[in-house]
């Protein structure tokens, strides 16, 4: 019994030591990552200043600002989950803000590049508050990004804000395969890769889940539910 048990101490020991050798790899290459992604993005602002550019290659430097951005956003999904594994929360700097505002600007930079995108956004009642702007722009990119990515293209995603008497409360709806009862408890989780089975994605995705993880984190460091 003594050596079972100096055995499974060995092993948990030695599987939490690996978890961390391997956040802590994960939280290096996220962080080294962002230089050349800033180098590839100002790279394509400076090209899309030119004026000799015709339109062909102004598509193909829009598409590569795109791109980066979407890399951009897997590499902070990966970092704050990585942040998340190694115990540490989200700081938060709380200062005066409307949801509203941040709301129709997260829906505009989302749809940008989809064209085919028909969103439709609601706003009722007093919607400022005390939030970090810098957090509420990422749950906002990753809900409305995951909307567009899982609803049926060109179908309808729908966002309402509503100031209530001590909270505010946002509803992120598209429309598709609704998820399912038994998935439902573990929507939030990183480790579960897909919400629905057979549905096919019709934008980037991490594949990871990182971006209901982060939306969960956020809302957690906001106190809220």
């Known amino acids: 019994e003594a050596i079972d048990e100096a055995l499974a101490e060995s092993t948990a020991a ?20 962002r230089a050349p992604l800033q180098a590839v993005s100002m790279s394509a602002d400076l090209l899309a200043r030119k004026n000799e550019l ?14 980066t951005r979407h890399m951009g956003a897997m590499v902070s999904d990966l970092l704050e989950f990585v942040r998340s594994r190694l115990g540490a929360s989200l700081p938060v700097d709380r200062k005066r803000m409307d949801l509203a505002i941040a709301c129709k600007e997260a829906v505009a930079e989302a749809c940008a590049g989809q064209p085919e995108s028909n969103p439709r956004v609601e706003i009722e009642g007093d919607t400022v508050g005390l939030w970090d ?43 598709g395969d609704p998820i399912s009862e038994d998935a439902i408890g573990s929507i939030f989780d990183p480790r579960v890769c897909s919400i629905t089975e057979g549905v096919t994605p019709h934008g980037p995705s991490t594949s990871l889940g990182l971006g209901r993880l982060i939306v969960k984190e956020v809302v957690n460091a906001h106190g809220g539910s």
């Open 14 to 33: 030695y599987a939490e030591q690996v978890e961390r050798s391997r956040d802590i790899f994960l939280a290096i290459l996220g962080h080294d990552l």
């Open 54 to 67: 015709d339109a062909k290659s102004q598509g193909y430097v829009s598409r590569i600002k795109s791109s």
């Open 133 to 175: 702007r810098g957090r509420i722009d990422q749950l906002l990119q990753n809900l409305i990004g995951n909307a567009l990515q899982h609803g049926v293209a060109g179908q309808e995603i729908f966002i309402k804000v509503s100031g209530e008497q001590d909270h505010v409360q946002l509803i992120v709806h598209n429309l």
